[in-house]
Nanobody
Framework: VQLQASGGGLVQPGGSLQLSCAASGFTLNDYAVGWFRQAPGKEREGVSC????????HYSVSAKGRFTISRDKAKNTVTLQMNGLKPEDTAVYYC????????????????WGKGTLVTVSS
């Protein structure tokens, strides 16, 4: 069982990145998926999450209006489209899968990927 986040990189302020979360060993479509991020010296925080049954989505205040989470059920992946990136979005981004309804509570997730680094800088 493995979860892998990818798609991070260096982008200028105002730019875009698309992160992808892929699962092996289990069907990601059956799980709620959350994207979290952790900046140096800060706690891990929720960015966006999507339910397993109805694909209902949730966004943090900082992500709302700029980020979009979605599922590709055919590919068994969840993507996070990030537009209008700001320097304060710089962090390691993690995806996580859980069996509870989508939440920003870290305890709601049982599988975690290793993370992908997003750096927003000019």
């Amino acid at each position: 069982v493995q979860l892998q986040a990818s798609g991070g990189g260096l982008v200028q302020p105002g730019g875009s990145l698309q992160l992808s979360c892929a699962a092996s060993g289990f069907t990601l479509n059956d799980y709620a998926v959350g994207w979290f991020r952790q900046a140096p010296g800060k706690e891990r925080e929720g960015v966006s999450c999507i339910n397993s049954l109805d694909d209902n989505t949730h966004y943090s205040v900082s992500a709302k209006g700029r980020f979009t989470i979605s599922r590709d059920k055919a590919k068994n992946t969840v993507t996070l489209q990030m537009n209008g990136l700001k320097p304060e979005d710089t962090a390691v981004y993690y995806c996580a899968a859980g069996t509870r309804p989508a939440t920003f509570n870290l305890e709601g997730y049982i599988y975690w990927g290793k993370g992908t680094l997003v750096t927003v800088s000019s």
